[in-house]
């Protein structure tokens, strides 16, 4: 059985300071792998996100780099394994990264051995060709209102996500141990995606762990001021009232934030040409 690389033998850490190997890189998934959270209206479809960032640092240190980005945010496992895995791999890349079950984990009653299973299977198919792939922890959720009931699944989710890394020979960005994604700061107002902020931080941890160098800025913030009770519960009030509700009436509609939404980045873009590759 193959065993996971440890991080001084990841591809970018071999020789520190020196260009790491990718050439190719496509990330998959959903809208945390979309960007949602992070808007910049500069951006294709309106959001950076980690991935983007994470792409930026890649190509500043190495020519002929090109990247590809096929998340559509609310999408489920199944349609992440059924519409955008073999679509990656007809991009030949080097580089994948793919976030997919957390839609899955954070609904009433699903499993996560069984939505963990979906995900062996993809990482399966994309480690097929040799390609680095890169597999996500789901952050430690206790300090964020309702959505830290779920906290146990996540957990199992997360010693799952390990298991199939060890199994494929992926590599592991662990969400779960990044504890400065508890701070609120890290997150959108929704509560369920995070903000630009926790976007970059989430980039710099994706980058430390291919052993890739950045001067991405780390988060040093100051203290947050306590809150007041009557006041945290009006903000949690807002909160659901806000967003909270209507992610629950999309749920009973069968509606998804995702529909009639595509990728922003269906195919390579080049540095040097800004158009997209031709397959």
């Given at each position: 059985?193959?065993?996971?690389?440890?991080?001084?033998?990841?591809?970018g850490s071999q020789h520190p300071g020196s260009q790491h190997p990718w050439t190719r890189y496509v990330a998959i998934g959903d809208s945390?792998?979309?960007?949602i959270g992070d808007p910049e209206s500069a951006s294709p479809g309106g959001f950076r996100g980690w991935a983007d960032r994470v792409a930026e640092v890649l190509r500043a240190q190495t020519p002929d780099f090109a990247y590809a980005n096929l998340a559509v945010r609310g999408k489920l496992i199944g349609q992440i394994v059924d519409l955008q895995v073999e679509p990656a791999l007809a991009l030949h890349p080097d580089l994948i990264t793919i976030s997919a079950g957390g839609n899955n984990i954070i609904r009433p009653g699903s499993d996560p051995d069984l939505v963990a299973a979906q995900l062996d299977h993809a990482v399966g198919r994309l480690r097929a060709d040799g390609a680095t792939v890169v597999v996500f922890t789901g952050p430690d959720i206790a300090a964020t209102p309702v959505m830290s009931r779920i906290r146990g699944k996540v957990a199992i989710f997360n010693e799952n996500i390990?298991?199939?890394?060890?199994?494929?020979?992926?590599?592991?960005?662990?969400?779960?141990?990044?504890?400065?994604?508890?701070?609120?700061?890290?997150?959108?107002?929704?509560?369920?995606?995070?903000?630009?902020?926790?976007?970059?931080?989430?980039?710099?941890?994706v980058l430390d762990t291919l052993g890739v160098e950045n001067d991405l800025e780390p988060f040093s913030p100051d203290p947050l001021p306590p809150v007041?009770?009557?006041?945290?519960?009006?903000?949690?009030?807002?909160?659901?009232?806000?967003?909270?509700?209507?992610?629950?009436?999309?749920?009973?509609?069968?509606?998804?934030?995702?529909?009639?939404i595509t990728a922003k980045r269906p195919s390579f873009v080049f540095e040097t040409t800004d158009e997209p590759e031709v397959h």
């Open positions: 059985m193959p065993v996971q690389h440890p991080r001084s033998q990841h591809p945390f792998t979309e960007g390990h298991a199939l890394a060890l199994k494929h020979d992926a590599i592991v960005a662990d969400m779960w141990a990044l504890r400065e994604l508890s701070d609120p700061r890290m997150w959108a107002p929704d509560r369920l995606h995070f903000s630009a902020i926790g976007h970059n931080t989430i980039a710099r941890a007041p009770w009557r006041q945290a519960r009006a903000e949690d009030l807002d909160w659901a009232r806000i967003h909270f509700v209507p992610w629950i009436i999309r749920r009973i509609r069968r509606r998804s934030s995702g529909d009639f």
